[in-house]
């Protein structure tokens, strides 16, 4: 079973920066693809980007595509997602989840996740 803990998240100023961290433990990182999803005050959760389990295949959200960076470094069991130019839209609490089932499809539900982070939460504000 993998256990995911995110970190990096913040306080950042809008077309500010950040990249959050996934560190994984309990199992492989190599074995499973990840996806990003993010959840506003009062909105349901949506998926940010996924990759697959070699890292390379990426999808994005329209929302975020050109702005965020997914990526892994499965040798440090870690996944990151870098977000640039941030807007106050992108404020949320930001989880990774992984799947078994490894894909280079866009998976944007949130049920096809097996395990999930503790979230971290990403402000954007002036």
């Known amino acids: 079973q993998l256990h995911l803990v995110e970190s990096g998240g913040g306080l950042v100023q809008p077309g500010g920066s950040l990249r959050l961290s996934c560190a994984a433990s309990?199992?492989?990182?190599?074995?499973?693809?990840i996806g990003w999803f993010r959840q506003a005050p009062g909105k349901g959760l949506e998926w940010v980007a996924n990759?697959?389990?070699?890292?390379?295949?990426?999808n994005y959200a329209d929302s975020v595509k050109g702005r965020f960076t997914i990526s892994r470094d499965n040798a440090k069991n870690t996944l990151y997602l870098q977000m640039n130019s941030l807007k106050p839209e992108d404020t949320a609490v930001y989880y990774c989840?992984?799947?078994?089932?490894?894909?280079?499809?866009?998976?944007?539900?949130?049920?096809?996740?097996?395990?999930w982070g503790q979230g971290t939460q990403v402000t954007v504000s002036s």
């Open positions: 989840a992984s799947r078994k089932k490894d894909t280079t499809e866009v998976i944007t539900i949130w049920l096809e996740y097996d395990e």
């Open positions: 309990g199992d492989i990182l190599d074995y499973f693809a």
């Open positions: 990759i697959n389990s070699g890292g390379s295949s990426t």
